[in-house]
């Protein structure tokens, strides 16, 4: 049904730190690997070795700048999007066949794509462009968080976590309970204050994103005064730049 | 918005249909038509209903479990519009069928016709107003706007100077959109900061696109070509579907083969007043590519 459930038990999700991503897109990948192998359910792409290619992804990762504020000097940052699992998730309620619900006890918003009749409504009503409608299968696409590996008896419980999760090399995607004020999701949210993205659209999003730090004239300038260092150096380098400095 | 012809089609012509249902309807409810004049105009009516249905179900991916739309009346607005619809071209059916044998009519199914027929006009509209992500069509005067573009076009063929009432009243709520669509302050609290977490005012632009090649989500919801042309299409949408039309009834009165082609013409503005209601919609998800 597309009345959404009241997720007291568990609310999992997704940690986004931007000040870590480095924009390598080997969650995208790896996403795209993951939710296209095994089974029928495929994330199709259209002219995939031709021109003009099109294809169903679940995750995409943006780049922005924005000014710093303290060097007035440009940075760049790198933004993963993907289904947020929200609280009020208006994909959910908008869906006419009932192939778009929220579970109850973990709060993952999923497609029963043998429902799905390809409306398209849900990714209108999504604020965050987290829906895809697949082109080839004719049926709405999304984040899953993984719901067949988190689960699975199969994995090693090492690899029980959304594919992105444990293919980021930089460990800038982290995932658990939200709903836990103990979980290292919530521990980190509180510390370092975790936001959700449009707010006023009153979705509540689950996942939650740390923004990318300000870094401080301090921080910039020390890598300067690291190199002038270099020039009081001791031992060989010193020798070879006393020995230099007297031609 | 992607203004895709199946869906313009079908809020065009469904609407119309629907429109002229529920003024045959009151009408009927007032014992001010003709027995004769309920079947003709009713068929009328179905005829485009049911077409305006059929092209909406060309716009589905997975046509297959289109009956399945009707199982969500609880919350979604595209469920109830399903099954209002099929439940009042049902009675309509049904009402033909009794005026044509019996040759008479009740009046009560006159007004259960005109309230089930506006109901159904007001579902389509909330399907579009419902939606937080698109400023412009999330208020009432979208819906304010289907319903009286559809009675417009519906008195027509049935009303001679009261369709001029209803074909302003029209025109008022066109320009009023048009109006509140291009004023800034409908996107006062989305930005591309606030998409991003940051706040309102963060000055941030795109460094990079996040694919190579277009996709799915700027095809659909990222469409921008129309706003080139907007203001030119405004003036031809106004002028076929409002100006001509009224001095049209004005210099022809009662002429049915008149009311014919004005509802010809009437069409074309509907449906370039439609085209920009998609084409011109600014969906949030757009601030990610600005």
């Known amino acids: ?247 | 918005m992607h203004p895709a012809p199946s869906i313009i089609l079908f809020t065009v012509l469904s609407g119309f249909g629907f429109g002229l249902i529920s003024i045959i309807g009151l009408l009927q409810f007032l014992n001010q038509i003709s027995t004769v004049d309920i079947v003709i105009f009713s068929v009328i009516g179905l005829f485009f209903s049911i077409i305006g249905l059929i092209s909406s179900f060309f716009h589905l991916a997975n046509k297959k479990n289109a009956i399945k739309s009707m199982s969500q009346w609880q919350t979604s607005w595209l469920s109830r519009e399903a099954i209002s619809s099929i439940f009042c071209l049902s009675i309509v059916v049904g009402n033909i069928g009794w005026v044509f044998v019996q040759n008479r009519y009740f009046n009560e199914v006159g007004i259960i016709l005109f309230l089930l027929s506006l109901f159904t006009i007001f579902t389509t509209s909330m399907i579009y107003a419902q939606l937080k992500t698109v400023p412009s069509w999330n208020n009432m005067l979208t819906p304010a706007l289907f319903i009286f573009t559809a009675l417009a076009g519906g008195s027509i063929l049935l009303l001679d100077y009261a369709s001029l009432v209803l074909l302003l009243i029209f025109a008022v709520l066109q320009v009023l959109f048009w109006y509140i669509a291009d004023q800034s302050f409908i996107y006062k609290e989305t930005s591309v900061g606030t998409a991003l977490g940051f706040s309102k005012n963060e000055d941030i632009r795109a460094f990079d696109v996040a694919h190579t090649n277009r996709n799915y989500l700027l095809n659909e919801m990222v469409y921008k070509v129309a706003r080139k042309h907007a203001i030119k299409i405004r003036y031809i949408s106004f002028f076929a579907a409002f100006v001509l039309p009224m001095l049209l009834i004005l210099m022809f009165p009662s002429n049915f083969s008149v009311s014919v082609f004005v509802i010809g013409i009437h069409f074309v503005g509907i449906y370039f007043s439609r085209w920009l209601f998609f084409a011109e919609a600014k969906h949030s998800v757009s601030f990610y590519y600005n």
């Open chain 1, 1 to 247: 049904m597309t009345k959404l459930p009241k997720c007291e038990d568990k609310k999992l999700g997704l940690l986004i730190d931007l000040d870590t991503c480095v924009g390598c897109h080997g969650c995208v990948v790896s996403c795209k690997e993951w939710n296209s192998s095994g089974g029928e359910k495929q994330l199709s792409d259209i002219n995939s070795h031709q021109k003009d290619p099109v294809g169903t992804f679940l995750n995409r990762v943006h780049s922005y700048e924005r000014e710093n504020s303290c060097t007035n000097e440009a940075e760049t940052f790198y933004f993963p999007r993907s289904c947020l699992h929200c609280e009020d998730a208006p994909c959910v309620t908008v869906c006419p066949t009932g192939a778009s619900y929220k579970r109850e006890e973990d709060g993952i918003v999923l497609v029963n794509e043998d429902d799905c009749m390809g409306c398209g409504l849900c990714a209108w009503a999504c604020p965050y462009g987290a829906r895809e409608l697949d082109l080839v299968s004719g049926v709405m696409k999304k984040c899953t968080l993984c719901v067949d590996r988190i689960y699975s008896e199969e994995l090693p419980p090492e690899d029980r976590v959304p594919v992105c999760v444990k293919s980021c090399p930089t460990g800038a995607r982290a995932f658990g309970d939200f709903n836990d004020p103990n979980s290292d999701v919530s521990k980190k949210v509180k510390e370092r204050g975790g936001v959700d993205l449009m707010p006023e659209m009153q979705t509540k999003p689950v996942n939650k994103y740390l923004l990318p730090r300000i870094k401080s004239k301090n921080s910039v300038s020390s890598v300067g005064s690291v190199v002038e260092e270099e020039t009081d150096a001791t031992g060989l380098l010193g020798w070879v730049d006393r020995a230099l400095s007297k031609f």
